[in-house]
């Protein structure tokens, strides 16, 4: 047995790790959920078909467009004319064209650990070479997403709380949350939480992990209520409290932001050393989540040693058009021209 | 003063802040958390490790202090739930019959007062779990057929229906090392 003094200590190093891994998650929820948003609302003007590369909007202010940095070079590079086509430096980049080109289908959204993310990947492609995307968020419906559900093999939706962010200030952005609800309420949605909720009975605990992150209703109707005994609920329950208190804090950011304009907030991620974390699918950089270049340095050497042709890009985010039209309008993807 | 006291005086000054008083709860509830565990997860280290875990949600949760038996309760709770988990990340729900294990005797040593609970540790060995973890929060951890029905999950009548077969076991064991339940 540990001596006193050893087990003490590893209480406190636990406690502070937990508390660490918390404060983490917070930033990266917040992050996150708001690249969603901008993906959402950037969709929602983008034209239906994927297949033709949709242009940046360029009505409203214009956040100057003038470098890129992290996952590919490295460096700044200076972009020429930014006002008139925010992203064309994209296509004027062959080096760049070409690394976001590389073929690709996996959509990684935070908050998902290295280690989570490796192994989860690692066992889909053993069970059957398919990548599955997992949002954690799961505040859009990815398969009624033109140009992202192409790409994907499978779905999972997973996240809670949407509705709770509904501001009559911001009616793009409710658009997307009355999608969202409508979606919840649907026979897809309940099906995928089944079959999750399956998993998790399985023994997946990854699965498991990402139910715990919903909400205690959807939990408890769909997937223990029948399976676990009372007092192994209220274990559960307890581990979702966990994960509510990042919740709290994470749906109170989410309201602060949509409290203020999104510009701001954007300048607040850059000066907070946040950026956007892109990747390909199918020719085309998607945005897929908030995140320093710290963290998508890190994908990217998971990635690099993977078996997986995919890379992260890291964008400054300066490099992002912030409309300011009134409706919140915000466009942040990525696209490429050339197939 | 008696142990109730004791703990309540603790846990009300871990509870503003006094870190020596926590270290002092974990050392009172450590051992016999730890061997509850151990029941579970057949592993010294790994219920260790469990038992840190626990302590780790009390730093941060702090739930009231309803008396002992309520705070032993929850600890333990906490402990079954843990270790749950534990069992369910091997992917199997609990240890075979035969992989039941008692702790480590320099454990027992430094835990047991009495050779009489010793014994009994020793001889809920050879009971189904079911039973061995219900005698050992009676018998051993001193708690009462309402709490340990909430630490196990299993109804009352259940519960009765465990421990009268358990006792009877328990009794043939015990007869054979010389002892009484």
């Known amino acids: ?20 891994s918390i404060r983490k998650r917070i930033v990266a929820a917040s992050g996150g959920m708001l690249a969603l948003v901008l993906v959402v609302t950037a969709l929602t003007l983008a034209p239906e078909s994927a297949g033709n590369s949709p242009k940046p909007q360029t009505n ?4 100057p467009t003038h470098q ?6 490295g460096d700044s590079t200076e972009i020429s004319e930014p006002e008139k086509e925010p992203l064309a430096f994209l296509s004027e980049d062959e080096e760049l064209m070409e690394y976001i080109q590389s073929p690709g289908t996996v959509a990684l959204t935070a908050p998902i650990d290295k280690g989570e993310l490796e192994e989860f990947i690692k066992e889909k492609e053993e069970s059957d070479g398919k990548i599955r995307v997992v949002n954690t968020y799961g505040i859009i419906p990815l398969s009624e997403v033109s140009y992202g559900g192409k790409a994907f093999t499978e779905i999972f939706e997973v996240g809670a709380y949407g509705y709770r962010f509904k501001d009559d200030n911001h009616p793009a952005y409710n658009r ?13 949605c309940h099906k995928i939480y089944k079959e999750l909720g399956e998993k998790a009975l399985g023994g997946d605990s990854y699965a498991e992990k990402l139910i715990m992150m919903e909400t205690k209703d959807m939990f408890y109707e769909l997937v ?25 804090v994470y749906n109170e950011k989410a309201e602060e932001v949509l409290r203020t304009e999104l510009k701001d907030d954007l300048e607040k991620l850059v000066s907070d050393g946040v950026g956007l974390c892109c990747t390909t699918l199918n020719g085309e950089t998607v945005l897929v989540g908030v995140v320093t270049a710290e963290q998508c340095e890190q994908m990217n050497e998971f990635l690099e040693n993977s078996s997986l042709v995919c890379r992260l890009i890291y964008l400054n985010p300066s490099s992002f058009q912030v409309n300011d039209d009134g409706e919140s309008v915000t466009i942040v993807t990525v696209t490429s021209e050339a197939k | 003063m008696s142990c109730d006291d004791k703990s309540r005086e603790l846990y009300e000054h871990f509870r503003q802040g006094d870190k020596a008083a926590f270290e002092e709860l974990v050392m009172l509830y450590r051992q016999g958390l730890t061997l509850f565990i151990h029941r579970y997860v057949n592993d010294m280290d790994t219920a260790e490790d469990i038992a840190e875990d626990v302590f780790v949600k009390l730093l941060v949760k702090k739930p009231p202090y309803k008396g002992n038996a309520s705070f032993k309760t929850w600890l333990f709770t906490v402990g079954r739930n843990l270790s749950l988990d534990q069992l369910r990340k091997r992917r199997r729900y609990a240890p075979t019959e035969e992989e039941a294990q008692t702790a480590p005797t320099a454990v027992e040593d430094s835990f047991f007062e009495s050779e009489r609970k010793r014994a009994l540790y020793r001889a809920l060995s050879a009971l189904p779990r079911e039973e061995r973890l219900l005698m050992q929060l009676i018998y051993i951890e001193d708690l009462s057929y309402d709490h340990a029905e909430k630490i196990l999950g299993v109804s009352k009548k259940k519960l009765y229906a465990l421990s ?16 009484e339940l």
């Open chain 2, 164 to 179: 009268r077969k358990a006792k009877e076991a328990l009794r043939e064991e015990l007869t054979k090392e010389g002892t």
């Open chain 1, 176 to 188: 997307y949350i009355d999608a969202f609800v409508a979606w919840r309420g649907s026979d897809d």
């Open chain 1, 68 to 73: 890129y940095d992290g996952a590919l070079a």
């Open chain 1, 1 to 20: 047995m540990k001596d006193r003094e050893q087990f003490i200590e590893n209480i406190y190093a636990k406690k502070e790790a937990r508390d660490r």
């Open chain 1, 60 to 63: 409203g202010p214009v956040i």
């Open chain 1, 224 to 248: 223990w209520s029948k399976e676990q005994s009372e007092a192994e609920l209220e274990a559960l329950e307890a581990e979702i409290e966990e994960y509510h208190e990042i919740w709290a």
